[in-house]
């Protein structure tokens, strides 16, 4: 894969594509990822001591990965090496570490770029291991897949994961701007369509860098709106490649789509994805994934939908498998959305994270032995089934934690309903608390 700003190789003064242009000459040129590269960043750190470490760069495609990996050698003083998993093999590899070997004995190191790292075999992968163990590379390899699922654990351990943002709007709009000034002239494109071409782009730099030459190239001095530069860009549409920017862009659309309630788009991405060759199961998964994420409660019945099209597809197989799929495309399309579920699962990560060491509280407990129950487990704890309503509204929480509302269910659908279990069980707790206070506090 070729990544933001990549050399496309050409000689000086014959014609380079705009990504190649505008390819940032320093790390602080590179947008969207302050988090790495500002004050105080991972990668900051380390070009301010001069030695860099193995890396995993892992990111979404047209974020930067290649562009820092080279700007990180120029800063150290490394030779650049750069290899892509897809197109080599042994043979390769060994070329590389003999070169590697030689400058090292000459004194100077060497870094080795490793495009779709994840793309190489496990035993490919240990390969890299005495090699960047005795120094001999500085390995920096680039995924868009998980590293803890396709990267060996051995390898792994001597590599710090780095994670790369999709680019934000701000990043997109600087991309632009820079696109701008390369030109010498504003972009084709009234203020409606610039916000939906940021949005076309769905945080690909490389992606919206080419849609701005098209846009350039060919509208002929006139000012476009949305649903021109729409034409014109579908018109210059890249090939669907299930493994780059087709399939990110149309599963993107597909997402959004389903998320706006709007079943015949949604059902014409996912055409466009099936009879492009996309893997129906990978389409099935996403299904599943937007059943929780984005309706939830709001239809428990969404989540089983999603399921019975993988079980369909299972047993049919293509193309009878398919409608099964579309059938759940149109059920989660014309669900009532709710992603409170969502919210609720992050907000509650992000507490159990700040407050892991706290203890449940005692009354909550099994007193197994008679040490425990000397020391209070199980205390005062009240059987829910035994009270009249069914719920006894004793906290939960642990002792001194505030209680926390990590649920809010939306005024859509199912959760309705939910919201009104919910307030009446906050009438129960309300009462059982004042109870308690009267009693003295014992729980």
Known sequence: MVDLFESAGADDGAPRPLADRLRPRALDQVVGQSHLLGEGGPLARMVKSGKISSLILWGPPGTGKTTIARLLADHADLAFEQISAIFSGVADLKKVFEAAKARRMGGRGTLLF???????????????????ENGTVTLIGATTENPSFEINGALLSRMQVLVLNRLDDQALEELLVRAETEYGEPLPVDADARVALKAMADGDGRFLLNCVETLYNLASGEVLQTQQLAALLQQRAPSYDKDRDGHYNLISALHKSLRGSDPDAALYWAARM????????????????????????ADPEAIHQALAAKDAYDFLGSPEGELQIAQAVLYLATAPKSNAAYKAEKAAKKTARATGSLMPPAHILNAPTKMMKNLGYGKNYAYDHDTEAGVSGQNYFPD???RQEFYRPVERGFEREIQKRLQYFARIRADYAARAQSDGGDD
């Not at 129906?280 to 984005?294: G, H, K, Q, T, W």
């Open 114 to 132: 490793v495009d779709e790292i994840h793309r190489f075999n496990r035993s490919q992968q240990d390969g890299f291991l005495p090699y960047v």
């Open 274 to 297: 099936l009879v492009a060759g996309e893997d129906p199961m990978y389409l099935i998964r996403r299904l599943v994934r937007f059943a929780s994420e984005d309706i939830g409660l």
């Open 400 to 402: 001194g934690e505030p």
